[in-house]
């Protein structure tokens, strides 16, 4: 039944006229529109411009969407998409999903469609990609001056084609902040714990032991795994659900964490969760880093000589404890509080320093998209 629908859809993102196909999103996942949708809103609201938005899920909430201006398909995650990429004829394609051209997402080979890279987090790019993971994209809208240090480096010592290198900043704490301006309530008792995926997360690690922690000293807790570990621990997340869920002071989520909930808590704990930098950024609350092994997607990520961001950041917006000593974990977040305004200032600093246009990066990307349509059309 899908199969025949991603076809149907194919065909009619095809028969579009090449006006209405000249700006195409592809969202991966529904994730993809955190960092899509400020972008989305200048273009298509403020500008006026029609965009296509092809997806890989299906009950994607943009086929809900009664915005006129944009178009949206779903092509699945199978021989459709592949076809669709193949064969795209569009001017611009934008998306947060790195390898293009690396595995079996393959550029055009019917059109000279300019890429662009929206990152999905604000990490170094040696540190959480892979090797090579944006180097066949045309255009990348950068967080902040670390990522155009980065990508600077790796072109030179890998000899690598020269990107077009725009300073954007980050959609998705955009987005955030927006809606912070709505909220004010802060429940101090909530504790947020949202941990990575790979082998050494804290969840496998010393999971169970910091629940069982934290409610015992009268905390209430979130836990949003990462999909990953949803998939890859089963028996542990039964495990936790097993142990926690009549617990009432005990919340267990699985999708996006609602913002409310965000809002109304005292501090998050994480391990390497790109999360934990927009919640620091939003909130101008602490981060409690549990210790445990980075996963490396990048062997070579010491080519690169800057060190990654959110390794260097991590003391100042937060506190890094070893997973022997989760222990002391509640008196951290007591004295969280006497230096409340000391550590909102330090974070205010740092996210101006490291993330670019905070507020305004749509307006920044919108009006670089206008300016590469209208180069291409002088071009042609």
Known sequence: MNFGREWK???????????????????????????????IDELTQKMNLKICYVTSVSDDPIFKSENKNIFSFYVGSGIIRTKFFLTLNAKILLMDMPDL???HIKKSKTCSVHYIYIFHSMFSIHSYLRKNAIDHYDTIFCVGPHHINEILESEKIYNLKQKNL???????LDSL???KQNYSKIDNELIIISPSYGENNLLEISG??????????????????????????????????????DNPNFFFET???PFEKLN????????????????????????IFIDVPKKILNPDYDDISFKPIETSIRTKIGHVVDPKNISQI????????ADKQELTDTINTISSEIVYNIGNSAEIGAKHIQNILNNIKSNT
């Open 208 to 245: 169970i032991e910091l629940i069982e922690i934290l409610l015992k000293s009268n905390f209430k807790v979130l836990l949003r795994p990462h999909m990953k570990i949803l998939k890859d621990s089963e028996k542990l997340i039964q495990k936790i659900k097993n142990l926690f869920e």
């Open 166 to 172: 725009v300073k954007y900043g980050f959609g998705r």
């Open 177 to 179: 902040l927006q809606q």
């Open 330 to 337: 509640p008196s951290i977040i007591e004295n969280f509080s």
């Open 9 to 39: 859809d194919l065909k009619k993102f095809e028969k579009l006229s090449d006006f209405d196909r000249s700006i195409v999103f592809y969202a991966e996942n529904k994730a993809s529109m955190n960092h899509f949708k400020t972008l």
């Open 264 to 287: 109304n808590s005292s501090c998050m704990i994480s391990d390497w969760s790109g999360i934990s930098l927009e919640y620091a950024f939003v909130f101008k609350r602490p981060v």
């Open 101 to 103: 051209n690396n595995f």
């Open 255 to 257: 999708g996006i964490i």
